[in-house]
């Protein structure tokens, strides 16, 4: 099983661009999520998926989209990035109940926004 | 208040010694609590989870303190391959997922020969 993996793992985009960034998993899970992960910041929750079709708004949504088309992916989107969202990325995924199991992570991407 | 707090360190220490980490959070509601490990430029991972009863995993007990919002993480013995930063997580208990897990931002840890 290779768990949660990540593409791309790095990327530097100039501002006004547009990427996605693919979260897959092979472990069944329900749920998904995406993380940022900034210098003295804690990871902070973009968005999250409870289920294949289903996305929610997580602590720092603004500037992003996403897509749960397929239970093993969870695709992130950037329309038109800013240098605020320069960052690590993270997506983790876990079974029904997040808060009792552990969540399990991908790699991270690193993106920097010029 | 922020939600989770730890101190962030860092804590420097020799081989072989004992450390202790803490952290506390600000809802009383919160269910669920865990230590996680990020090594340098890698993902969090689970490290244990935190019972209201306290539990040991070889060097590492985790403790819960439900009325003063407090949770510790005490390492003995401390091993090189300790060195990464700690982060406290706990589940607040909302959202669609039935719980979605607040991070602080991490204690780091250094061990030295």
């Known amino acids: 099983n290779a768990g949660v993996t990540q593409t791309p793992k790095f990327r530097v985009l100039k501002t006004g661009q547009s990427m996605t960034l693919l979260c897959a998993q092979d472990?069944?899970?329900?749920?998904m999520y995406w993380y940022r992960q900034d210098p003295g910041m804690g990871l902070r929750l973009i968005h999250y998926?409870?289920?294949?079709?289903?996305?929610a708004k997580g602590e720092v949504p603004d500037g992003y989209n996403v897509s749960r088309l397929k239970k093993q992916n969870f695709l992130l989107g950037l329309e038109s990035a800013a240098p605020s969202q320069t960052s690590v990325y993270f997506c983790?995924?876990?079974?029904?109940?997040?808060?009792?199991?552990?969540?399990?992570f991908g790699p991270g991407t690193r993106l920097t926004v010029l | 208040r922020k939600e989770v707090e730890q101190d962030p360190g860092p804590f420097n220490v020799p081989e072989g010694a004992t450390v202790a980490f803490n952290c506390t959070y600000s809802?009383?509601?919160?269910?669920?609590f865990f230590w996680y490990r990020q090594d340098c430029r890698k993902e969090p991972k689970l490290l244990m989870s935190?019972?209201?009863s306290g539990n040991e995993d070889g060097r590492f007990t985790a403790q819960l303190n439900r009325a003063s919002q407090y949770i510790s993480l005490l390492i003995r013995d401390s091993k090189l391959s300790d060195s990464a930063t700690y982060l406290c997580?706990?589940?607040?208990?909302?959202?669609?997922?039935?719980?979605?897990?607040?991070f602080g931002k991490g204690t780091k840890l250094s061990v030295k020969p």
């Open positions: 983790a995924s876990s079974n029904r109940l997040a808060g009792l199991n552990e969540q399990f």
């Open positions: 472990m069944n899970h329900e749920y």
């Open positions: 998926s409870v289920g294949e079709g289903t996305t």
């Open positions: 809802n009383s509601a919160s269910q669920s």
């Open positions: 935190v019972y209201s």
């Open positions: 997580v706990v589940n607040m208990g909302y959202g669609g997922s039935q719980g979605n897990l607040i």
